[in-house]
């Protein structure tokens, strides 16, 4: 299997389950309705266990491309990787996402809310205010990628620039799953800890695509938010750790 594959197979593993989890607790008569925020945090928990697991001894499951260009900052992984990663992250965002319409299909078109929706492919604020929300996403991904560092930095280095397995992998999936859930938990509850561009850029576009009932629009307007802050937040995460 190659990097762009692993990659590609472990981002549509996290949004299958990750936005599969959202459906089930927000759609009409599903099993799951209305579990809940603990559901939903430990479904993304889980989701990224899973993708790690899948990922990591191939590509070193970035799966997010704010940990790749995090890692290449860092000078833990090459520019020269950073756009195929990329590349591979979106489209299995937007497969996942895909996939995940297939499996509710039904249960969107039972669904009025449009804003429920379009929760179960992208993240959107509590409150809308653009200045907050960029600093949320900042600090939650802040949070993911400078802990990331912080506990396998020595084995990001051992495995060098060109290393194929820097990434997630590197730590093991279990941490990086409870990491997630401990920021979903604590950190998501302003704007949905996106916190992976491609987590919500490529399903957003799917909304956009796929036919739905009641669909309502895929609010572009908030679009930039999770796309960029999270680049900036992992940076910043980078910076630090060097410096330290």
């Known amino acids: 299997m190659s990097e762009f ?38 479904g ?13 001894p191939i590509s070193g499951a970035h799966i997010n491309p704010a940990v790749t260009v995090g890692l290449a900052v860092a000078g833990m992984f090459a520019w020269s990787k950073v756009g195929l990663f990329i590349v591979a992250q979106m489209a299995g965002a937007a497969f996942g996402a895909f996939l995940v319409w297939l499996m509710y299909r039904d249960h969107f078109n039972s669904t009025e809310d449009g804003g429920a ?3 179960c492919f992208s993240t959107g604020p ?70 992976n561009p491609a987590r919500d850029l490529g399903p957003r576009i ?3 695509i796929l036919p739905m009932n009641n669909k309502g629009g895929s609010d572009w307007g908030y679009s930039l938010v999770p796309v960029i802050a999270p680049i900036v937040g992992a940076a910043v995460a980078a910076f630090l750790f060097m410096s330290l």
């Not at 197979?9 to 603990?38: E, H, R």
């Not at 590197?170 to 916190?195: D, E, F, K, M, R």
């Open 44 to 56: 993304w928990g889980l989701a990224v266990f899973t993708a790690v697991a899948v990922a990591g």
């Open 5 to 42: 594959i692993a990659e590609f197979i472990g981002t549509m593993l996290l949004i299958l389950l990750g936005n599969g989890v959202v459906a089930n607790v927000v759609l009409n008569n599903t099993k799951g309705n209305n579990s809940g925020w603990i559901v939903i945090t430990m």
């Open 126 to 195: 509590a409150i809308r205010n653009f200045g907050s929300n960029v600093i949320s996403e900042i600090i939650g991904t802040f949070v993911l990628m400078f802990v990331i560092f912080y506990l396998a930095g020595p084995s990001f280095e051992a495995a060098g620039v060109e290393g194929a397995k820097v990434g997630l992998g590197t730590l093991g999936a279990l941490p990086v799953a409870l990491l997630v859930v401990a920021i979903g938990l604590s950190l998501g509850g302003t704007t949905g800890y996106a916190i």
């Open 206 to 208: 799917m909304h956009a």
């Open 117 to 119: 929706k379009l929760a």
